[in-house]
């Protein structure tokens, strides 16, 4: 199922509990964005809609480490002691290097570290849990475990302490209703997926 579908469904799983919770018309859009967004959680192991969205592209980097890299190069060729140039040289030139290897799937990390690091200042712990989702998410195969009932808890953790910062109730069951939204809509239950999801991994790579 694509990213468009598992929107809507995640949208309209966030207006399901809106009506549960008979809430206001701007909490109502609050929960359908959040059940929206939740039901895209689990494809961020691939590059799918929700990457795009939260990482920047990575020819933006690119270009900027590799001018960086040369100003640095410059700059080291007329400043300081001989050891201290080539060490910046040696910076300058490994940057540029390194870039020339960064490609959109790097995004992610990269994303993910941004992430806990905004965490720490925000003093946010449901930013911080998403952080290291996010991290895991770049490094784990496409529907594995982000399409667990491990990621499922894991996100359901992030859902809890986003409700106690934000102080509405029912964002928790918003995020988890759009998140489990998604895997239901990948389950080998409908009859339009071939492939199904792995719920028990890492203790059995049985398809549901």
Known sequence: MNGTAHVAIGAAAGFVVANQ??????TTLLFVGLGGVSGLMPDLDIDGKLR???TFSHKVIQSAAQLIGALMIMYSLYEGTATERLFGMGI???MMALSALLKQKHMLIITGIGILAGSITLQEKWLMLLGVYILIASFVSHRSYTHSIIGTIFFGIIA???QESLGIEGVFYAC???????????????PVNKRGIKLFLPFSSKEF
Do not use: E, M, R
């Open 92 to 94: 300058g030139i490994a």
């Open 160 to 162: 809890f302490h986003l």
């Open 176 to 190: 988890l209703a759009g998140y489990i939204s998604h895997l239901v809509a990948d389950s080998k239950f409908l």
């Open 21 to 26: 919770f008979a809430s206001s018309p701007t």
């Open 52 to 54: 795009s969205k939260i």
